[in-house]
């Protein structure tokens, strides 16, 4: 689960670390309140989406009198977004964060991701402020300094100070500077984060440090323990497709393929799509029916995967271990019912209640449905399906 800025600002805050006072708007009005609220001669209007890109894409202003504050207000607020993370399609902005202005002398990066390779928090630095992490990691990734942190021990003085040194800190800031990362890393572990990034990160005139911007995701599985990050969940901002396969237990990805996937596990998800590319194919979407499947659940994928007009044929791959075949096998029967499924059915079921399966499928009589042996053997045909050669 994404948040929005100001609600990520509002968790550091409870851990202290430095953000500027903002006020949330929803309309023009309460825009200009807001800014008198906050006083001085200096505010910034940004879009409240959950992208980056937001000041490239024309969603963040700096406004110097209310009269700016009002014209950019009615700029944003109902504008539709477009940045390199919103896809062409861009996203509707319904609030706009008034912010107070900043002394900016130097503009960083500061990041805590989770490395599954090491199993354990790295947190991430950059003298590169402002700019896309990823296009610094892609030009210059010696600019990115990287400090894991073993939970065991948690964050300490020698993370900071690697960190700091790492970006060329003059010592009279250090100790800030370290003061701010060890509250942030507390804020990732306390509150199950799986990504915290500010960019910028601002060093003052003053040589403060302050988190000019905030980005947090959040381990969906955890949510149970953090009742008050889950009613900040905003569901106009999220996928209406993967939120839907969600109430119905599936985990469904967007892409941007021709081929359907509906596949039981995640890894041989992954594996699938993988081989369809392999075999010059482009898959649709990841759709992970899980382990408790029945004929209801599979008709729903079926009807969100057939949402996407782009997709051509469907690829049905279930290794029956904790989920049968024979209840995958019921609920295609079953989504054709209720679904008009006109492209192309490529199903590969194997494990438990396979032979039952198949003769479940056989027996149904339906037109489209076209049978395969294995793991290559069914991305092959998909791929062929999708290209109208079968």
């Known amino acids: 689960m994404n948040v929005h800025e100001y609600q990520a600002k509002q968790i550091f805050a409870k851990y202290g670390v430095p953000v500027p006072k903002g006020y949330i708007a929803t309309t023009v009005e309460e825009s200009v309140e807001n800014a008198k609220k906050l006083g001085g001669k200096v505010w910034v209007v940004k879009a409240q989406i959950h992208a980056g890109g937001r000041g490239l894409g024309g969603g963040v202003k ?21 940045t390199h993370q919103t896809g062409p399609e861009g996203k509707l902005v319904q609030k706009v964060y008034i912010e107070e202005g900043a002394d900016i002398a130097d503009e960083l990066y500061l990041g805590v991701v989770l490395d599954r390779a090491k199993e354990m928090p790295v947190i991430m ?15 210059t990734p010696e600019k990115i300094i990287k400090v894991a942190v073993d939970p065991t021990i948690g964050f300490q003085g020698f993370h900071g100070r690697e960190l700091a040194f790492g ?103 992954m594996g699938t799509m993988d081989t369809i590319n392999y075999m010059g194919g482009t898959p649709a979407n990841f759709l992970d029916v899980g382990g408790q ?25 279930i290794f029956g271990g904790i ?43 339906i037109k489209n449905v076209i049978a395969a042996t294995d793991l290559g053997d069914g991305a092959k045909k998909a791929v062929a399906a999708a290209k109208g050669e079968l």
Do not use: W
């Open 167 to 269: 970006l060329g800190l003059p010592k009279e800031q250090v100790g800030k500077f370290i003061k701010f990362a060890a509250a942030l890393y507390k804020v990732y572990m306390e509150n199950d984060a799986e990504m915290i990034e500010i960019n910028p990160l601002v060093k003052t005139g003053a040589g403060d440090f302050i988190a000019l911007d905030g980005k947090m995701g959040f381990d969906d599985s955890a949510l149970g323990r953090h009742k008050d990050i889950e009613e900040m969940r905003d569901l106009s901002e999220e996928d209406a497709d993967e939120r839907e396969a969600s109430e119905y237990g599936l985990s469904y990805i967007a892409l941007d393929g021709e081929i359907g996937c509906m596949v039981n596990g995640a890894g041989l998800a």
């Open 125 to 139: 630095a950059s003298t590169e402020g402002g700019m896309a992490i990823e296009d610094v990691a892609a030009a």
């Open 293 to 317: 499947a029945n004929a209801q659940t599979v008709a729903k994928g079926f009807e969100i995967i057939l949402k996407n007009p782009n997709v051509k044929a469907i690829f049905v791959n």
């Open 323 to 365: 989920v049968r075949c024979d209840r995958i096998a019921n609920g295609i029967l079953e989504a054709t019912k209720l679904v008009d499924v006109h492209v192309p059915v490529v199903v590969r079921l194997d494990g438990t209640n396979a032979p039952e399966a198949a003769v479940i499928l056989n027996n149904a009589g």
């Open 62 to 82: 700096v406004a110097t009198s209310l009269e700016k504050v009002e014209e950019f207000a009615k700029e944003i607020l109902g504008m539709t977004l477009v």
